[in-house]
């Protein structure tokens, strides 16, 4: 069984930052693509920003500038660096990864969901 862990979601300031972090936990597992979903209350969920597994990496139109997605592979481990926060941003972010368990199809892998509020 494989699993993802988020963490480092909070309460800021606009203009503040926020760093989340998601680790993926198991056994005998590959990671592909990965990516920072959100979603707001009413609102769609929505692709925040992907990374590949050559760290080629893409973001929403909304995050340019503000937002780096990265990963290290040797720690299963993506990141969202969140700076110039504003209230908008203010949702509830979900990590996701492209794994593939040894033996096993390529499945979409989920995480529980962090906080982000954004309020002064």
């Known amino acids: 069984q494989v699993q993802l862990v988020e963490s480092g979601g909070g309460l800021v300031q606009p203009g503040g930052s926020l760093r989340l972090s998601c680790a993926a936990s198991?056994?005998?597992?590959?990671?592909?693509?990965m990516g920072w979903y959100r979603q707001a209350p009413g609102k769609q969920r929505e692709l925040v920003a992907g990374?590949?597994?050559?760290?080629?990496?893409n973001y929403a139109d909304s995050v340019v500038g503000r937002f780096t997605i990265s990963r290290d592979n040797a720690k299963n481990t993506v990141y969202l660096q969140m700076n110039s926060l504003k209230p908008e941003d203010t949702a509830v972010y979900y990590c996701?990864?492209?794994?593939?368990?040894?033996?096993?199809?390529?499945?979409?892998?989920w995480g529980q969901g962090t906080q982000v509020t954004v309020s002064s």
């Open positions: 996701n990864a492209d794994i593939q368990r040894f033996g096993g199809p390529r499945l979409d892998y």
């Open positions: 198991g056994n005998r597992f590959i990671i592909y693509d």
């Open positions: 990374i590949t597994t050559s760290r080629r990496t």
